[in-house]
Structures are given as C-alpha cells and as structure tokens.
C-alpha cells in the first residue's frame, strides 16, 4: 500500500500495533515491512487459516478503528495476491 509522504511510521505503527488480537481471529502470520528506498510503500503479507477468518476479522471493533485511522494516511493505491500456500518456515502445515 501507499502512503501520503510523510505517513509511513504513522501507519506502521497502527499496523503492528493490532497484530496481537489479529491470532485469536485466525491469522497465522502477519508481517508489516517498508523499504529503505521507496519510503511512501508499506508490504503486509498475512497468512490466514481461512478466507473466512479474514473476512471476520474485518468485522471486530478494533480492525475497524485501524481501518478508520490509517485511511485517511493513504493514497488509494494498493495491490493484491492470494496464494494457496504450499508449505513453508513458519507457515502451519495442516491448511
């Protein structure tokens, strides 16, 4: 995703700040990264135990107060892909 410039720490921090309560709504990973030179360019990759335990999670209060918070921060451009994950370091291997 991208943010306003000068935004990138401001969403960061609301990103990582919620990742606790994102495991008991059934996300297995959650990685918030930036870059060292496009400062404007957030990643997240999430690893979710179902489609539907994220499309829930969307749902709970907190998420929805992030949402409202960090929106106004961005520029509308996001991009997306969804994996059907094979295996991996870190990933459960009963999906």
Do not use: N
Request: net charge negative; hydrophobic share 40%; aromatic share 4%.
């Amino acid at each position: 995703m991208r943010v306003k410039p000068g935004h990138r720490d401001e969403v960061v921090a609301t990103l990582v700040g919620g990742a606790d309560g994102l495991k008991a709504a059934g996300c297995d990973l959650y990685v918030v990264g930036t870059s060292d030179t496009d400062e404007d360019t957030i990643w997240v990759h999430e690893v979710w135990a179902s489609r539907q335990a994220h499309d829930d999670s969307l749902q709970l209060p907190e998420v929805k107060a992030a949402i409202a918070r960090t929106m106004p921060l961005l520029t509308g451009e996001f991009t997306s892909q969804e994996l059907d994950i094979a295996g991996g370091l870190g990933v459960p291997t009963d999906q």
